[in-house]
Nanobody, 124 residues
Framework: VQLQASGGGLVQAGGSLRLSCAAS????????MGWFRQAPGKEREFVGI???????YYSDSVKGRFTISRDNAKNTVDLQMNSLKPEDTAVYYC???????????????????WGQGTLVTVSS
């Protein structure tokens, strides 16, 4: 499985960006796919995921501002980010896994596949 993330950039606070992650090599649609982020000097943190293509979960810090959408036909998962804040500045990574259980979705070490990361910078 290979993941390719795109769409990062520089945006002012209050603005919007859309990230996209394209996956290749997926064997079925039940993969969990989603997004993490890592700010400078901080650990990688959960943003949101499409759990087995059935339900979407978000971190409290982005709930109501970010939206994940998944296209199983294209094997893509997008992250629409609205009302961006300077604290959203980070490298955003897409992740996927075929065997993840619900209690593990927030832990990056439980994911087998990662994209290369795309930088999002929000200026104040």
């Amino acid at each position: 499985v290979q993941l390719q993330a795109s769409g990062g950039g520089l945006v002012q606070a209050g603005g919007s960006l859309r990230l996209s992650c394209a996956a290749s090599g997926l064997t079925d649609r039940s993969y969990t796919m989603g997004w993490f982020r890592q700010a400078p000097g901080k650990e990688r943190e959960f943003v949101g995921i499409s759990f087995r293509g059935v339900r979407i979960y978000y971190s409290d810090s982005v709930k109501g501002r970010f939206t994940i959408s998944r296209d199983n036909a294209k094997n893509t998962v997008d992250l629409q980010m609205n009302s961006l804040k300077p604290e959203d500045t980070a490298v955003y990574y897409c992740a996927a896994d075929s065997r993840l259980i619900l209690s593990s979705i927030k832990y990056p070490d439980r994911y087998d596949y990662w994209g290369q990361g795309t930088l999002v910078t929000v200026s104040s």
